[in-house]
Structures are given as structure tokens and as C-alpha cells.
């Protein structure tokens, strides 16, 4: 029998994430006043060890022991051949699959709110708080705090905290406080409900909650947390990436291609980063981050300077956006709905190093149906994105007779999403896809925003 | 770092499962006229090479390359030393879980539905029909079907249905077809909805419901699959105690403590049978099964001739029952509200090989609650009853200053349960304790059958 599992020895570990910072240029991000934010600029937010970690240069940063012992309740991670699916496929393509729903809140999620909660920890802080839309983030840091017995606040979506109790339930098994927002805690939460008592939140309102309860702690010992876009988050994920190569030296193989779904850009970055390393120092291969058709920031958004949240608190990050006032339309890969992406991500795909795609919701869910009907294990929505991109390219190396070898991070499990499955399967599900027209009135936000100079890394 | 995880390698997947017929004797189960039920008599409710398993006094039966080949989608289990858990009770006891939740419905029920299934296909059989109360077996044998290309229909409790969405949908994902029961689909069905149409349906019912789908399938091409109780489920499941022997000597320890949570007693059974062997072979060792406070079959019901089900179609079986007209009170372990007990696990307790335990519904949830703070992952509701004894033997150990090494199966995690555990912490949830007038009323049923001997297999 052919194994399907890669597995490492807990002590096979990476003991030092990749950051690709040594290795691009990335415009800085600004300020109000137009000029590159400082590091101290972000001390009331962040603890300065993580504001240290995300403008360092450095190309390998230690992972802490402390972290290790954390991560290795779920990690290194399986990763897995898909023998099932490509046989499904007919496909001369050998599919790997890394699988990261094994951590306790069953995605990638963890392998940032572990060290950031640790950092916190290191430098004093007591309590930290974020905001969450469909509430894998705010699991996730909730799981993290309980390790290193950290209070976690989190403010989450009104409309999800209502459709998915079972999110609220989860970060309560591990002391997380969740709130619907917006809520009457902080003056952003009530001038939102001011205008409107019946709203239904957004991501944008609970993360301006999120900063300011971090921020107006008198005393000094709260700080907020982001799980993507930011490059600290980039470099923890590379864990990912990190194991994956030595997964792939285990059984003699080197991918052709590289595959993430990619929302703000964390799981898509974790994955591919170290193999762009590798593309950098001469390697051919073709990397893919994936984004919904509804959605999509690499493969239809300029690369400009926007904000990250919708009520402007954050600098002007240099990114692909839609603009930091565009509502993307209700579809169910929460992961996925967010108006910018990563500026290291953004830069990648502005030098050509990534090749973005993009994929409609029902080619996702039906993706996603055929890997949970040959693989078994039932994807997350967001996911499903990922997995429509390697069956399409499946397909391809089928037509051309080619055995490619495709990678894919498969970000987390669908099983607190069962309820979109049933809507795809009740036929309740739309393609939507951005008009033009959408487009051109979403870009006008930054406008008059300044331009990102085009850099080149070589 | 001291290491968390033990595996094994997908080549040690053990390849004969253990049959505790050939150590053990057993009262045979009697039909309708008392006399005991002939192989040919079951036929048109299983196919004929399950009932041989059933039957079989072998005591390595083969697993086949094609179970092997699906088992492998998650097996072999990891074992893991619950390090955070031992820290936070200061225990000197060396705690050890088996993690059967890795499996893609959650749980430990998928080891025997994939043998269930692949025998069935083997024999001809187009469809499988079966029951589900909380619904984790249904989704396994969905699952499972869905493997070999095979039909799979599912009764599923009103009640759960209705409460539990996510299960249906599931199911749905593997292709399985899952109905509310009471239905009007079957006689049974409709029998039940005319006595009540309101009734939130009951598993004597579904299991009545899936049983008369299958034998009144002309075509003869439809069976039932039963997901506890029976030996060949019983057999199926000790791959699991094979794999934690192996691991137990990759590490050089042997359990002093062996527990499981027991409702039908497969998850138990599958774990302990291999290390009752040892028992039998003179190794001094304690093994628990865990049970309910609310249902307490082992610990407190006798040991009679009882009927499997509430509308008396099974045969009557030798075990420890509270009747076939008991309805435990609606606590939230689903998997460990059934009346009886396998007979295999019956005859240990009746025999003292085994030493049955059991917990209050509070209890079990302050283990899970503790559990999921310390180690991360979120115990079923199940499997908590099964912590809720691994803490207080560990407490045990602590105050007798022993180094015990305590070995629990950890049957499924609660991903699919949030809903009870939110209850639990809302305190909506009280301890119910079955008092002795109700286990007397509750006996009556049995008071005419004919008695079990008392066999002595050694």
C-alpha cells in the first residue's frame, strides 16, 4: 500500500520562521501626516517586541522555546497525498495536501496567535483583544491567551455572533470573553449603534473596538492583536512552508506548483513564502494564491496605499485593495472578505513571483464536495478556493500527460461551516462576481491617497 | 522538550483485529421461542460475512487491504502524553490519550462503519440503513459508505434533528441520506407519527424504522448496519487498543489504568479488549469503563436477557440492562444513553475483569472544560464522563505519591457539541441521578425473561 501521510518527528520542528523582508523591498507604511509610520508610532497598539519583529530584516528569527512547547500540541502538521482525489481526477498530477485543521481551533490561525500571545506575554501585557468576523481569528487567540493564561477579549461581527453560537461556545472553552459588536463597551461600538440600533456589524466597526478598548486601557496592560495582513503574522506562518519542504524531501519530491486560498493573505503567505525563497534563488515553479471572484484583490484591484479597516485607524499600507470602504457581498468564505491584502503578498505579485487566480463560490463549494466525498475530510469554505485552483490544474497536467506535482495548504475543517454546505447543496448558493462598474466607484476611496513607488527587489 | 506525541507509522496499522470470543464465553442470544438464534436467522438483516464475525471464536481475524486502505485516510491514531492536563492536577501519574477524534466524522464509530461497509459491498449489498440519535454514527457510516460507493440511508431522532443541523449536513456531504424519524417512510414511521405526530421521535423508534427499510427492500439488495453492541463492532474496534499497545512500547510504559466511556460499550470495548487479554494472560492492570450517572447500566442495572431495542424486534442479548422501555433523561452524551451494554462487556463486569465506574453529567463537563484549558482540544460530551475518571485516578496517584501511568481513550471531540457545552457554562445544566424506585420500575420489563447463565471462562 502507497502511504498517504508525511509525517516529521515532533523534534523535526522548524526552530526558525523565514522572514522575507531580507529577501523584497516593501514601501513603507504612512502615517496620518504622509510620512513613514516609526516604530514607537505603534507602541500603545502593540507590544514592542512584535513591532520589532515586524520591521526587522532579519532572514531567520528564533522561535522561543516557550512557543515550541505550545505549537507542538498540534504540529508539525501531516501533510498528506490526496491518492484518492487524484484518482477521482484520473490525473497523472501528484496532489499533497498540508493539513493544518488538526490545531484545537482547527486551522492555521494558531500558529500566529500562539507566539503573538507569548510576546504579550514576555513583555508584560495581561489581557489582549481583537476583533473577529466568522470567528476563526478570535478562537484561535482565545486557545493562544488560555495557554499562557492571558485574558482575550474578543468582538465579533453582530450577524455571525448570532448565526454561529457555536464560535462564541468554542472561545469560551478556552475563557475568551466574545461580544457581539457593536456593543456599548466603547464609544465606537455605541455611535455605530447610535446610527443604527439593528445593525449587523462589520468587520470594520469591530475592529475599531478592538483598538480602542486596547488603547484606552488606563492601565497600560492591553494590547490588540491582527491575525493577518501584518508581516509578523507573515513570518509565524512560514512554519508551514518550513515543514512542507522537509515533507517533501522525506518522499523525494519538489512541487511544480504551490497553492493557498488568500483573504488577507496569512495562509496563501505561510505556505508559499519559503518557496519563493527558493523561486528567488533560481527555482522553477509556479506559485498560486487564491481569491474569491467576489473579492478579488490580487487579480482585479490596483496596488495602491489604503487603509486596513474601514474607520482609517491604521496607517496607509501599500497593497492591492478595493478600497477600505468596499462591502464584498455576503458569500460564506469569511476568511476571504476582506477589501486589501498583505503589503508582502502585494509585492510578490507586483514583482510576478506569485501568479494570483480567482474562483467562483459554487466551482469552490463543488471543490470542495468532491474532496470531502474522496479524501474524506470536509474542507472550510475558504479552503474550497484552494482546492478548485489544484483540480483545475489537476485537469490541466491530465491534458498535457504531465506529473506535475501540486502542493496545497489546506488552511482548516468546514465542520463549524456545515450550514453554507447545506445551502450549496439546496441549490441556495449564487455566483457573484464584481461589475466593473463596482470596481471603479470602490477605487475611489484613495484616490487621492499618495502611490506606492514600484520597487524591484533584483 | 519532552516529546507529546507518540505515532506510528502507516505501515504499523495493525492487520488482524482482536476477538475476545476466543477468551471469553458467552450466552448465546435467544429468538422469540427462547431458543438461541441461529446465523440464518439474522440473514436478512445483515449480510452473511458479518454475521460469521459475529459469530467467530477466532482470535486474530484479518483486516482486509481494502479497510486498510480507507482506515489509512486518519489511522494509525496518535497517542498523546496529556503533559499540560498532569502539570495543572500536579499529578505524579503519567497520563496518556488516544486521539480517535482525528478521524474526518470525529470519532472513534468510523472503525467499524468502514469494515461494516466494505463487507457489505463484498456481499452484493446496494445499501446500508441505520440509525443515528446525536448523530456520529450516522455520519460515519455516511462517510464510510461514501468510500465504497455504496448507499446510505439514515433515521435520525426528531428531536436531534431538529437541534442538530450540522450532523445532516454532514451526512450530506458523504452522500448520505438522512430523514427525521419518526418518518413516513416505514410502518414504524407511521405508526409512531398517528400515536403522536408531535413526538420528538426516539432512538427504539429509528432503529425500528431503518431495521424495516432494510428487510422489506425487495430487491434483497439493502441491509442494517449497527454502529455498538454487537461482537463484530466490538472486534472492529480494537484497533484501537492494538495501535496504544505499540505506541505504549515505543515509549517502554504500560498502563496501571486503562478507561473509557461506555454507552453501548464500543468505544470502551475497542480500546480495553486488548489490554483485558494481558489481564486474562496475568498482567495486573485496572480497566474502567466510565458510564453516566443518569443511565447507569454497568454500575447499577442487572444482568438479565433483555431486547436491544424498545419495539422488540433484536433478539434478546445477554447484558446488563435497564430495561428496553427506559428513556434515560436527556443529559447531553447522546452516545451513552442506551439502555443496555454489550454483551462482551457485560460478561467482563459479570466476571470482574472489568471494574465499571460512573460520573455525573458535571463532573464529565468540568473534566471537558479542564481538559480543553490545559491540552487544547475540546472532548465530546462522551468522552468527558471517560476524563471526569482519568482526574480523579490522577488525584488518586497525587495523594498516594504513585507514578501511575493512566491510559484513556478519547473518543471524539466536541466540535459538533458547542451547544452543550455553552449550556454547561450558563449553568443550565444539573446532575440527574437514576433513583432506586425508577430502576425498579424500569426492571419490570425484564422480569419474565429467561435468565442468564453464569459462565466462568476460566
Not at 190 to 211: C, F, H, W, Y
Not at 309 to 328: E, I, Q
Not at 394 to 415: D, R
Request: charged share 20%; net charge negative; glycine share 8%.
Amino acid at each position: 500500500m502507497e502511504a498517504r501521510k508525511i509525517m516529521l518527528k515532533e523534534g523535526e520542528i522548524p526552530r526558525q520562521w523565514y522572514n522575507i523582508l531580507a529577501d523584497i523591498k516593501l514601501n513603507p507604511p504612512l502615517g496620518p501626516d504622509g510620512n513613514p509610520v516609526k516604530p514607537e508610532d505603534l507602541a500603545p497598539v502593540f507590544p514592542m517586541n512584535l513591532i520589532e519583529q515586524e520591521v526587522s530584516t532579519e532572514r531567520w528569527i528564533d522561535i522561543p522555546d516557550e512557543v515550541l512547547r505550545v505549537l507542538s500540541i498540534w504540529r508539525p502538521s501531516p501533510m498528506v497525498r490526496a491518492l484518492n482525489l487524484e484518482k477521482a481526477l484520473g490525473t497523472p498530477a501528484r496532489i499533497y495536501f498540508k493539513n493544518e485543521s488538526v490545531s484545537p481551533p482547527g486551522s492555521h490561525k494558531p500558529n500566529t496567535a500562539v507566539p503573538q500571545a507569548y510576546y504579550n506575554k514576555v513583555f508584560g501585557i495581561k489581557k489582549i483583544t481583537t476583533e473577529t468576523g466568522a470567528g476563526q481569528w478570535g478562537s484561535a487567540l482565545s486557545f493562544a491567551c488560555c495557554q499562557y493564561g492571558l485574558e482575550c477579549k474578543v468582538f465579533m461581527v453582530r450577524i455571525s455572533f448570532d448565526q454561529k453560537p457555536y464560535r462564541k461556545s468554542m472561545m469560551e472553552a478556552w475563557c475568551g470573553k466574545c461580544v457581539a459588536s457593536p456593543s456599548t463597551e466603547t464609544k465606537a461600538g455605541r455611535d455605530a449603534l447610535e446610527r443604527d440600533p439593528n445593525t449587523p456589524g462589520s468587520l470594520g466597526i469591530a475592529i475599531s473596538e478592538a483598538v480602542e478598548a486596547a488603547v484606552s486601557d488606563v492601565t497600560g496592560e492591553t494590547r490588540y492583536s491582527l491575525g493577518s495582513v501584518l508581516n509578523h503574522v507573515m513570518l509565524h506562518q512560514t512554519i508551514m512552508g518550513l515543514e512542507a519542504k522537509k515533507q517533501m524531501d522525506l518522499v523525494g519530491e519538489y512541487p511544480d506548483i504551490v497553492i493557498g486560498c488568500a483573504g488577507g493573505g496569512s495562509n496563501f503567505a505561510g505556505l508559499a513564502f519559503p518557496f519563493v525563497l527558493d523561486k528567488i534563488n533560481g527555482k522553477d515553479l509556479e506559485i498560486y494564491p487564491v481569491e474569491p471572484a467576489a473579492c478579488p484583490t490580487l487579480t482585479r484591484a490596483p496596488f495602491v496605499y489604503d487603509h486596513g479597516d474601514t474607520a482609517k485607524y491604521t496607517p496607509l499600507l501599500p497593497m492591492h485593495s478595493l478600497g477600505h470602504a468596499f462591502v464584498p457581498p455576503p458569500f460564506h468564505a469569511g476568511g476571504l472578505r476582506y477589501h486589501g491584502m498583505a503589503p508582502t503578498v502585494s509585492q510578490l505579485a507586483a514583482e510576478g513571483l506569485i501568479s494570483p487566480r480567482s474562483v467562483t463560490q459554487l466551482s469552490a463549494y463543488e471543490a470542495g464536495a468532491l474532496f470531502a466525498r474522496t479524501e474524506g475530510h470536509i474542507p472550510a469554505p475558504e479552503t474550497t478556493h484552494a482546492l478548485a485552483c489544484v483540480i483545475d490544474e489537476a485537469k490541466k497536467a491530465k491534458e498535457e500527460g504531465k506529473e506535475k506535482v501540486i502542493l496545497v495548504n489546506w488552511s482548516g475543517h468546514g465542520l463549524l461551516d456545515l450550514g453554507a454546505y447545506e445551502r450549496y447543496f439546496a441549490n441556495e448558493l449564487q455566483n457573484e462576481v464584481l461589475s466593473d462598474a463596482e470596481l471603479s466607484e470602490a477605487e475611489k476611496v484613495f484616490a487621492n491617497h499618495p502611490k506606492p513607488a514600484v520597487l524591484k527587489s533584483r
